[in-house]
């Protein structure tokens, strides 16, 4: 159990039958009444956002998240295969669980699945990826003194900004928090 005044960003507790993890809190002290701490919440099944404010003596039951390193292995149609490296277990899941977050995965990369109680909600890619640009338009010489991008697209199929003076054939570094270019590699 943790109180509402222990609430720090990125706790994940219970509440009302789901698993929400804290974005965001305040801790209001008005000049008037009592004291309450208001939050922002994330669904972390659905992604749904939620505020709620709670007494900072109410009590919530921590969640735990197991988030355990797997090799994506392949797709095969909706499924995104995964392989425990340790037990050799593979688990498939389906596009829900899985969402975005493999579009700047390769193949035989490593991923953090997050799970609650057995059941698998998301996945979470590298923080960094180097990917081969596949197609993007040549750069133009003299062009680069404003900072301008150009569209590319990487061999994950995934579009990002690339700047000018970068070419078709080269590895560049991903963030794929936001899905910006970070440098040549």
Do not use: W
């Amino acid at each position: 159990m943790i109180a509402a005044g222990d609430f720090r960003n990125g706790v994940t507790i219970e509440l009302e039958g789901n698993v929400y993890q804290i974005i965001e809190f305040q801790h209001v002290k008005p000049g008037k009444g009592a004291a309450f701490v208001r939050t922002k919440l994330k669904n972390i099944k659905s992604g749904g956002v939620v505020e709620k404010t709670f007494r900072p003596t109410e009590k919530c039951p921590k969640a735990h998240v197991d988030r355990k390193d797997m090799q994506y292995l392949y797709k095969d149609g909706d499924l995104y295969y995964f392989m425990d490296s340790e037990t050799y277990e593979q688990i498939a899941l389906n596009q829900d669980a899985v969402g975005d977050a493999l579009k700047f995965v390769k193949e035989n990369e490593v991923c953090k699945v997050c799970s609650h109680k057995g059941e698998v909600f998301s996945v979470e890619p590298p923080l960094f990826v180097e990917l081969v640009i596949t197609e993007t338009e040549p750069g133009f010489k003299g062009d680069t003194a404003t900072g301008a991008t150009k569209p590319a697209t990487v061999e994950t199929g995934a579009q990002v900004q690339v700047p000018l003076f970068v070419d078709q054939g080269e590895t560049i570094k991903i963030d794929t928090r936001t899905g910006e270019y970070l440098s040549r590699v």
